[in-house]
Nanobody, 118 residues
Framework: QVQLVESGGGLVQPGGSLRLSCAAS????????MSWFYQTPGKHRELVSS???????NYTDSVKGRFTISRDSIKNTVSLQMNSLKPEDTGVYYC????????????WGQGTQVTVSS
């Protein structure tokens, strides 16, 4: 059974940085995509960034140049380095995984709160 555990959220001032990590277990050897979503109250979860097993990355426009996703294939972790944080980045960040043969994300972490405020 796939399990995803996020860590690294917290409170940071505007312009500051945070690094989120997602530790995956039980994923096997199939190709997959791991992603970070974020959600604010009353809104749907939005894709922030993703990375495939072959290292292809994708970012939503609002975080390009500020966030960097990376993957450690040995430790089965995915990290999101968030720089130049803005108040609008505030939300709960979720790690998610889908295998290449799956149309939707089937596995989710519990979420970690990121608050950007002075």
């Amino acid at each position: 059974q796939v399990q995803l555990v996020e860590s690294g959220g917290g409170l940071v001032q505007p312009g500051g940085s945070l690094r989120l990590s997602c530790a995956a277990s039980g994923i096997g050897f199939a190709s997959y995509t791991m992603s970070w979503f974020y959600q604010t109250p009353g809104k749907h979860r939005e894709l922030v960034s993703s990375i495939t097993t072959s290292g292809v990355t994708n970012y939503t426009d609002s975080v390009k140049g500020r966030f960097t996703i990376s993957r450690d294939s040995i430790k089965n972790t995915v990290s999101l380095q968030m720089n130049s944080l803005k108040p609008e980045d505030t939300g709960v960040y979720y790690c998610a995984l889908k295998y290449s043969y799956q149309p939707q994300y089937a596995f989710w972490g519990q979420g970690t709160q990121v608050t950007v405020s002075s």
